[in-house]
C-alpha cells in the first residue's frame, strides 16, 4: 500500500505547536530567508555542525528569525519535542489510514 501522510507536512500545526507549548514565536517572514527555527532545532539533534554552528557563533549569527540558537543545548530539546511532536501526528494518521483501509 501507498499512501500521502498529509500530517506530516502540515507546518502550521509546527508552528503552533512551537509557540504554545515550546513558548518560540517565530516569524519566518522575518529575515526572508530559507531557514526557520523548528527545522534547525530538528537538524541539530543529528549534529550541531550540521547546522554550522561554530560559523554562525564567530559570525555572530547564531539566531533565525530573530530566535537564538543559543544554548545549542535548549535548541535540541526543543528540536527532539518537535520530532517527537511531528511524529506522533504521522503514526496517528498512519493508523487512521491502515484502518481504514481495513474497514475499521
Do not use: C, W
Not at 19 to 44: C, K, W
Amino acid at each position: 500500500m501507498i499512501a500521502h501522510i498529509r500530517e506530516y507536512y502540515n507546518y502550521g500545526d509546527v508552528l503552533t505547536y512551537q509557540r504554545e507549548v515550546l513558548g518560540i514565536d517565530e516569524d519566518p517572514r522575518l529575515e526572508g530567508l530559507h531557514d526557520d527555527y523548528y527545522i534547525t532545532s530538528i537538524i541539530m539533534n543529528d549534529d550541531p555542525q550540521h547546522v554550522r554552528l561554530q560559523q554562525r557563533i564567530a559570525a555572530d549569527k547564531a539566531s533565525i528569525n530573530g530566535i537564538s540558537i543559543l544554548p545549542a543545548e535548549r535548541t535540541i530539546q526543543h528540536g527532539r519535542r518537535l520530532i517527537e511532536f511531528r511524529t506522533d501526528a504521522t503514526v496517528e494518521a498512519i493508523h487512521r489510514v491502515l484502518m481504514a483501509t481495513r474497514g475499521g
